[in-house]
């Protein structure tokens, strides 16, 4: 629900998740707390899918699309913390995404062969991530089929961001 709608209301967000409004405020005192808890559960759950896409093993190349295989079915959370800079604003810097596993994996790349040595790590990073967003909010809104979000992103990280 705040993937698609930032602005929704409590009584939107219990609609949405077919639970009473008192059983959210039961939770969350109120829809601030409830954002912030829900930024903190995107971020682990998307840590810990960094975390076991096992990044280090094989070619930079299948490393990276099952990173990609791994975060398309978690993209109403990717839109959520990563759509909005406003989301992680108030998030202390430890409790922030861990990009180190994609970042390295990103430089192993570079290392051979595979992405532009010319952009850094961070800003082929933040490509993906964008891309991510853009794809999964449109399979949100049914612009495109959820299953052609791996293979379509995959497809123009991989073109946009080759070496040579």
């Not at 629900?1 to 409590?10: G, N, P, V």
């Not at 960094?50 to 990717?78: F, K, Q, Y």
Request: proline share 5%; aromatic share 6%.
């Amino acid at each position: 629900m705040l993937a698609r709608d930032r602005t929704a209301t409590l009584p939107e967000i219990a609609a949405a998740a077919q639970v009473a409004r008192s059983t959210l405020h039961r939770y969350f005192a109120d829809r601030e707390r409830l954002i912030y808890e829900t930024t903190l559960d995107s971020i682990r759950i998307i840590s810990d899918i960094l975390a076991t896409a096992a990044t280090a093993e094989g070619s930079a190349v299948e490393a990276m699309r099952r990173v990609i295989t791994a975060l398309a079915p978690e993209g109403d959370r990717i839109v959520f913390l990563f759509a909005d800079p406003a989301v992680l604003r108030d998030i202390p810097a430890e409790r922030l995404p861990n990009s180190a596993p994609i970042l390295e994996l990103i430089a192993r790349g570079q290392r051979e062969g595979t992405y532009d040595p010319d952009l850094t790590p961070e800003w082929i990073r933040i490509a993906l991530f964008g891309l991510m967003v853009k794809a999964c909010s449109e399979a949100a809104h049914g612009n495109i089929a959820r299953h052609s979000i791996v293979p379509t992103l995959t497809r123009i990280f991989e073109r946009g961001v080759a070496a040579g």
